[in-house]
């Protein structure tokens, strides 16, 4: 089934840790006791893969059943935005919403306010992760497509292909302040529940 977890905006300086400036969610389909684990783990799957996405480049990162969609735009801005899906949403309409999202948070906000993150208000961002749902809604978006088809996308088939030599997910996972002892668990889980089967 084709599913939006969350989408975020995020500011995305060069060589420095990104920060949150607007983000929404749909959990819905994870018990009330999943969800809070589940959110920190996307949360923090999108802040890496936007760390390790150069300015003007687009990423996909697939890792377990996810798939991360950054757009990094960078320029003066330095704003970046992730898709978290699942693997069946398609590539195209994901970029598409990608790029709206962000040429409305910059008509919204100007770059003096990325500074005070609690002070931006972008309910907008919710009703992108409700009415894409579908993809065929975002098609309607297409015209933003020539500007697609002049950018490289890259696709990575795991996280860590994107990590630096050496570095491994569990790693960073481990390592991590962000996240708490819940979430760590909620991923080594699933990634043990994921090596475990062999779909043939």
Do not use: W
């Not at 898709?83 to 999202?101: G, M």
């Amino acid at each position: 089934m084709v599913k939006i977890y969350s989408i975020s905006v995020l500011v995305a300086p060069p060589s420095q840790p990104s920060t949150v400036l607007a983000t929404a969610s749909d959990l819905s389909q994870f018990s009330f006791y999943q969800k809070g684990s589940v959110a920190e783990f996307l949360a923090f799957f999108g802040r890496t893969v936007v760390d390790r996405t150069p300015q003007g480049q687009r990423h996909s990162v697939q890792e377990n059943n996810y798939t991360a969609h950054v757009y990094n735009r960078g320029g003066a801005e330095q704003l970046a935005a992730v898709i978290i899906t699942d693997q069946e949403y398609p590539v195209r309409p994901a970029f598409s919403l990608l790029t709206k999202i962000l040429d409305e948070f910059i008509a919204k906000f100007p770059q003096s306010s990325f500074s005070n993150s609690s002070s931006i208000s972008f309910p907008e961002i919710q009703i992108y992760v409700s009415k894409y749902q579908d993809p065929t809604q975002a098609d309607k978006i297409m015209q933003v497509q020539q500007e697609l088809d002049e950018t490289k996308i890259i696709l990575h088939k795991t996280i860590e292909s994107v990590l630096e030599r050496g570095e491994k997910l569990e790693t960073l996972v481990d390592r991590s302040q962000a996240l708490s002892a819940q979430s760590k668990m909620f991923y080594k889980t699933a990634k043990k529940q994921n090596d475990c089967c062999v779909v043939m």
